[in-house]
């Protein structure tokens, strides 16, 4: 039974664009919230996190989006570049219960040029 | 300075085989995780170590998994009788503490065949 879901397998977007990848979750107890950004042969790199006390957290071109009562939050990515191109994964954790993340099975995003 | 790194990077061996994975966390890094990711999931939590005590060994799927971290720094994924179904990419993550929200940094995985 999956705890973080990314309904979304995949997703194709032109260079310049808006990149919008989704994740739901639905464990009530999930307080923390982060995206890594994977690259074929490598590990999981960190991308941006979003604690459950706010909405919205900013970095550059990436902007997470978390909607609490949807248990639903988003990446944005503006403007996308072909950098972009790789598989990324949502993740939570239950701080007040343990310190392990519960990954999605991850979104492969591809930026056209 | 350096990252988190694992050896080795490819693994194939038989069926009722042992293997060992190594990881080498990023110097300082209390915390140690190790995942696995099977074809097409996210990585899926093993164990996690704080210092050279297994914390949370939940995700560990059977008794056959064993994990160690005898000096606090650099920690083995023993693997006993090694079955079809252990082929995965086995990640290690580091963070400076176990704090719930603190970043972990992933090495590149070692890529287990078993045949």
């Known amino acids: 039974d999956q705890q973080v879901k990314q309904n979304s397998p995949s997703l194709s977007v032109q260079e310049g664009r808006i990149s919008i990848l989704n994740c739901d979750y639905t464990?009530?107890?999930?307080?923390?919230f982060l995206w890594y950004k994977k690259y074929p042969a490598e590990g999981p790199t960190f991308l941006i996190s979003?604690?459950?006390?706010?909405d919205k957290n900013e970095d550059g071109r990436f902007t997470v989006f978390l909607n609490k009562s949807a248990k639903h939050l988003s990446l944005h990515i503006v403007p996308s570049q072909p950098g972009d191109s790789a598989v990324y994964f949502c993740?939570?954790?239950?701080?007040?219960?343990?310190?392990?993340?519960?990954f999605g099975p991850g979104t492969r995003l591809s930026v056209l040029p | 300075g350096a990252g988190v790194s694992q050896t080795p990077s490819n693994k194939v061996t038989e069926k009722g085989k042992y293997v060992e994975l190594r990881c080498d966390p990023i110097?300082?890094?209390?915390?140690l995780y190790w995942y696995r990711q099977s074809l097409g999931q996210g990585p899926e939590f093993l164990i996690y170590?704080?210092?050279?005590?297994?914390?949370?060994d939940s995700g560990l799927p059977n008794d056959r998994f064993f994990a160690v971290r005898p000096e606090g720094s650099v920690s083995t994924l023993k693997i006993q009788r090694t079955e079809r179904g252990d082929s995965a990419v086995y990640l290690c993550?580091?963070?400076?503490?176990?704090?719930?929200?603190?970043?972990?940094?992933f090495g590149p995985g070692t890529r287990l065949l078993v045949l």
């Open positions: 993550a580091s963070s400076r503490n176990s704090g719930g929200d603190e970043t972990q940094y």
């Open positions: 464990n009530s107890m999930f307080d923390y």
């Open positions: 979003i604690s459950s006390i706010k």
């Open positions: 993740a939570a954790s239950a701080r007040g219960y343990g310190q392990n993340f519960v």
């Open positions: 110097s300082g890094h209390t915390a």
């Open positions: 170590f704080q210092g050279t005590g297994a914390a949370d």
